[in-house]
């Protein structure tokens, strides 16, 4: 069983940087691979980005050249270093892991952490 947590969220002006950080519990990541999602009120879970064990990457094409996933697996923490926020950044930002590789639907995730709450503001 792996436990994630989220922190790191808040309010940001547009234009404004803020990373959020996963740290897990009870089973090591390094051999999961780690995503972002967010969910905006209203709408569908969106995929935000993706690190392989190996450190590959992936991202979602309206974050691209703005947001960087790092992990490090000493210390079991992902993180999500966002730049040039924009207003439709703003959403619940949650983190989780899967054993499939640089994958981007949700229900190929097999845990979840609880979200933390990102809020840019113009």
């Known amino acids: 069983q792996v436990s994630l947590v989220e922190s790191g969220g808040g309010l940001v002006q547009v234009g404004g940087s803020l990373r959020v950080s996963c740290a897990a519990s009870?089973?090591?990541?390094?051999?999961?691979?780690m995503g972002w999602f967010r969910q905006a009120p209203g709408k569908e879970r969106e995929f935000v980005a993706v690190?392989?064990?190996?450190?590959?990457?992936q991202y979602g094409d309206s974050v691209k050249g703005r947001f960087t996933i790092s992990r490090d697996n000493a210390k079991n923490t992902v993180f999500l270093q966002m730049y040039d926020l924009k207003p439709e950044d703003t959403a619940v930002y949650y983190c989780?892991?899967?054993?499939?590789?640089?994958?981007?639907?949700?229900?190929?995730?097999?845990?979840w952490g609880q979200g933390t709450q990102v809020t840019v503001s113009s």
């Open positions: 989780a892991a899967n054993r499939l590789g640089l994958v981007t639907t949700p229900g190929t995730y097999s845990y």
């Open positions: 009870g089973r090591t990541l390094t051999t999961f691979s």
């Open positions: 690190i392989s064990w190996a450190g590959g990457t």
